[in-house]
């Protein structure tokens, strides 16, 4: 069918505005993520500064039987760490080294007293089944899979 | 004083001292572990490099700066002296920098003449914790950079896997404008800053550069840098996520 030549170009236009637009929402989406992001870890930050505790860096390492977690806290104060397993958590616990953490940060130290993190497991689980084993600033706490 | 000033899409380079032609370029951005940044400060101060120049992007970046004896500094410097230079961050890398910071460091390096990057960075590696000695692994964007990686007896070429963040687009866009880079990964935990992953890092940088790098105290400091770099670890975890850093534990690397 005969398509005049203007009508044709007007088409093509448009359809790279349509794409335009939507590049740009994409990005609108992205920036607002960030955004959120950011505000919450303020949030977090600002929490943490009034209640003078800060939570401890974790990672979580799914294996073939067992859920390996692992507690970082290279701030707590030697023979000030609790670890308490529950049927359904597991909570670390210690006071802070103030002289360790001014001497990593300087005046700019925050002023926390406590670390503290808790994670909660997908299953109930036996706590006297758990494995828990302090290696230098790791505390790796070893959870026997569900059958 | 002349200052050297370069534009790379929304990123500036601004030499605030003559960097001269370095052979190498050290990057080390924040990533898995933040093993590239640690092992990449480590370098600057054990080489005593000295601050060349300033990365800043007003659009780009969230507007910090770093006030450090004194001076006012941006959040990304380049250290040099010499045959070494070295580009470190003290902020986390949002996806939405990340790309273009990782454009602009290849283009920088393209026009200032530099033989090599040389990208630092860690391998989320699940058996981490097992491990007393984290492994290297490598992957270049040329059969030049590749070479480098060949005095490394202890080091393995990846094979396989993806690779996500910064140092993906920083290989990519090297093959693309050819210039030479080389990333070394060390295996490391994904979100818990790693300082004995920077040490084999280190060594490893210390041997295609020709230059004694010690590692003690990198050892002995490990604990006071991981409370130092703790706050910027979450920050960079979010922003790990969202860069899409799933792909990469889908399908480890393999060597």
Do not use: C
């Amino acid at each position: 069918m005969y398509e005049p030549e203007g009508s044709r170009f007007f088409r093509e236009i448009m359809r790279k505005m349509l794409r335009d637009m939507e590049r740009l929402e994409r990005a609108l989406e992205d920036h607002m993520a960030e955004l959120m992001e950011m505000e919450r870890i303020f949030e977090e930050r600002e929490r943490e500064s009034r209640s003078r505790r800060s939570s401890p860096l974790y990672t979580v390492i799914d294996k073939e039987r067992e859920l390996l977690l692992i507690f970082d806290v290279p701030e707590v104060e030697e023979g000030t760490l609790e670890i308490t397993l529950l049927e359904d958590r597991v909570i670390v616990e210690g006071r802070v080294d103030k002289r360790k953490v001014e001497r990593a940060l300087g005046r700019a130290a925050r002023h926390v007293e406590r670390v503290r993190g808790e994670y909660v497991f997908p299953f109930k689980l036996d706590p006297h089944m758990a494995k828990v084993e302090r290696k230098g600033s790791k505390v790796y706490v070893r959870v026997p899979k569900q059958p | 004083m002349e200052v050297y000033e370069e534009e790379i899409g929304d990123f500036f380079f601004r030499e605030h001292s003559r960097l001269g032609r370095p052979k190498f370029m050290i990057v080390g951005l924040p990533d898995v572990g933040l093993v590239g940044k640690i092992a990449t400060e480590h370098i600057v101060r054990s080489l005593k490099l000295s601050y060349k120049a300033e990365v800043d992007s007003y659009s780009l970046l969230p507007p910090v700066a770093v006030a450090r004896g004194g001076e006012v500094l941006a959040p990304i410097r380049i250290y040099g002296s010499g045959d070494v230079a070295a580009l470190i961050a003290d902020i986390a890398l949002s996806p939405r920098s990340a790309v273009p910071l990782s454009l602009a460091i290849v283009e920088y390096a393209r026009i200032r003449g530099i033989e090599y990057l040389l990208g630092l960075t860690g391998a989320v590696n699940f058996e981490r914790a097992e491990m007393t000695k984290p492994g290297v692994h490598w992957v270049a964007s040329s059969e030049e950079a590749s070479r480098l990686a060949s005095g490394l007896p202890e080091a393995r070429r990846v094979e396989e896997g993806y690779i996500v963040g910064p140092y993906a687009i920083l290989l990519k866009e090297s093959v693309r404008r050819r210039v030479h880079s080389l990333v070394l990964l060390a295996d490391s935990f994904l979100d818990i800053p790693d300082p004995e992953a920077a040490v084999v890092l280190v060594s490893a940088v210390s041997q295609i550069i020709g230059v004694e790098i010690p590692v003690d105290r990198l050892l002995e400091e490990g604990e006071l840098i991981k409370i130092r770099l703790k706050e910027l670890m979450k920050d960079q975890k979010s922003a790990l996520a969202r860069m899409g850093k799933g792909y990469e534990l889908h399908a480890p690397l393999s060597y």
